[in-house]
């Protein structure tokens, strides 16, 4: 997250749904949209906005692809 390799973060997909979890290890479903914005159920509906290998989230954090 932000950039800190400490700080991970993961998206799976168990077949059926996708689910997020954050740095803090709360997880969330997850919805894509087909403009490719990312709505997280579970945290208050935050969107993210797909950049190339990055999601960034409306919370002004980002989520990097390692």
Same mark, same amino acid.
């Given at each position: 997250? *932000?950039?800190d =390799?400490?700080?991970?973060? /993961?998206i *799976?997909d168990n $077949? &059926? /749904?996708l689910?997020?979890k954050? /740095? @803090? $290890?709360?997880t969330? &479903? !997850? /919805?894509? %949209?087909?403009?490719? *914005?990312? =709505?997280? !159920? %579970?945290?208050? $509906?935050?969107?993210? =906005? !797909?950049?190339g *290998? &990055?999601?960034e989230? @409306?919370?002004?954090?980002?989520?990097? &692809?390692?």
């Amino acid at each position: 997250m *932000n950039g800190d =390799h400490n700080k991970r973060t /993961e998206i *799976n997909d168990n $077949g &059926r /749904e996708l689910q997020g979890k954050n /740095e @803090d $290890g709360k997880t969330s &479903r !997850l /919805e894509v %949209d087909r403009r490719g *914005n990312v =709505h997280a !159920l %579970d945290w208050n $509906g935050i969107t993210g =906005h !797909l950049r190339g *290998n &990055r999601i960034e989230w @409306d919370n002004g954090t980002t989520w990097t &692809r390692g």
